[in-house]
């Protein structure tokens, strides 16, 4: 959904009344803080007011013209962190007990330098700065938070995370494989039989995990509403509707007729509607929305301290490929089990060693080489997959969002960072985050 591959300029609860948004004033400040549980509290602080909330209302565009997430800016920001009221969602639930997640500040984060127009500026003060557009940052290192900030949001609120959903996606299908229940191996039809007769015949699950699919449907020119994947964003409710659109994704994929733009696993296409085919194979597989299987196998078993949700626009279907809504400090806990800390979030492993050794280095360059538009793949990238963007060679795994979000992973570093944003009226990100947090986080802890 709305893909983003930045790093080349390409767009493809039951929890308290009182939230933690710091735990010593210190901390804040760049300075050090003692280890501490970030669920010490402190007094509700409301994200809007009632007349904000009525402004911000008024001004979202009429649906029949324009579609909410086509507003940049302040508005963008206001409508990414208050989509639940915009929307209709499905839930995912947590469950038992929230797994703890201490703190212990480090400084050199905070104290960074971050080279600006204006010169270089402190990493914490260059997020408060007009030259960020970044919400939230966390930071947990050790499976302990190290940096914490929250610039433009409340640490309660659920944003959404764009294309970060396309990890969870990709996540639950390899906790499906080491069940026994997806051989990735085989082709999509052999779990859904409806798309037997479609595009996707003969094309197997690990091609539509790593964006080889070959199925010309790619993520692209927003504003041409006659796509095939505009009219798959129109069958989800996500973009302008008009009497022709289709009625649900399930009918137009199991209808789709676009060709190949290549064949199956030779090239890399970033597309939403892969991420969706994936999500209908772990429907069929489980019998169960697959909102429902995220609560099952991730969300209620990693502890997490708030409910998250889905965007369903149409008919109750999760928009899967970009539609989660989730406090930052949860998908940080998600971002846990890939690394050496995931007993901190779980007494029994979500994630096998065998995924998170398959992502560092069971992907193929040659899809990215490949790439339907081609760019040039940088030297410190070794490839993409199962709907991760990118893997680096310093072990880095990132999956990025449309406007601004992001979750980077090293397991070898045992590091965690994750990020929200919004795209401002000149149509564009304020500093590219991806870069800026790999060079402090490389700075602080080493390449």
Known sequence: MKGDLAVWGIKFSRTPLTWVIGVCVAAWMGAGCASKSVHESVPFESASTVDQT????????DPSKKVWWEINGPDM????????????????????PVSELKRHENPRISDYPIQTEEG??????????????????VILHKGEIVFERYPRMQAYEKPIWWSVTKAFVGT??????????IDVSQPVDAYVPELKDSEYAGVTVRQVLDMASGVDCPDGDYSDRDTCYMQFEAS????????????????????????????????????????????WVVESVTGMPFQDVVSREIWGPMGAESD????????GVPLT??????????????????????????????????????????????????????????????????????????????????????????????LVAVWLGYIENDGKERQ????????????????
């Open 236 to 279: 989800l409710g996500d973009a302008v509707r008009d009497e022709d659109s289709p009625d649900n994704p399930y009918d137009l994929i199991s209808n789709l007729e676009v060709g190949k733009w290549a064949p199956p696993g030779t090239g890399f296409d970033y597309s939403g509607v892969n991420t969706f085919v994936l999500s």
């Open 432 to 447: 590219e985050p991806l870069d800026i947090l790999r060079s402090v986080l490389t700075g602080v802890y080493g390449p």
């Open 308 to 315: 998250a949700s889905i965007l369903a626009g149409r008919n």
């Open 120 to 137: 270089l500026v402190p990493y914490a003060a260059y997020l408060a700065s007009d030259a960020s557009s970044t919400m939230g940052v």
């Open 321 to 414: 490929s970009g539609g989660l809504l989730a406090n930052p400090r949860d998908v940080a806990r998600f971002g846990l089990l890939f690394t050496p800390s995931q007993a901190v979030v779980s007494d029994e492993p979500i994630v096998s060693q065998r995924y998170v050794d398959l992502i560092l280095t069971g992907g193929d360059r040659s899809l990215l080489e490949n790439a339907r538009w081609p760019f040039p793949v940088p030297p410190n990238v070794r490839h993409n997959i199962y709907q991760w963007d990118l893997v680096f060679t310093n072990d880095d795994i990132y999956k990025g969002g449309w406007a601004g979000q992001g979750l980077l992973v090293n397991p070898r570093l045992d």
């Open 77 to 96: 920001a206001w409508n990414n962190k208050n989509l639940h009221q915009i929307v209709p969602t499905v839930n995912v639930y947590r469950s038992g």
């Open 172 to 181: 639950v299908v390899a906790i499906l494989e080491d069940q026994g229940l």
């Open 54 to 61: 009525l402004s911000q209302h008024r001004v979202l565009p």
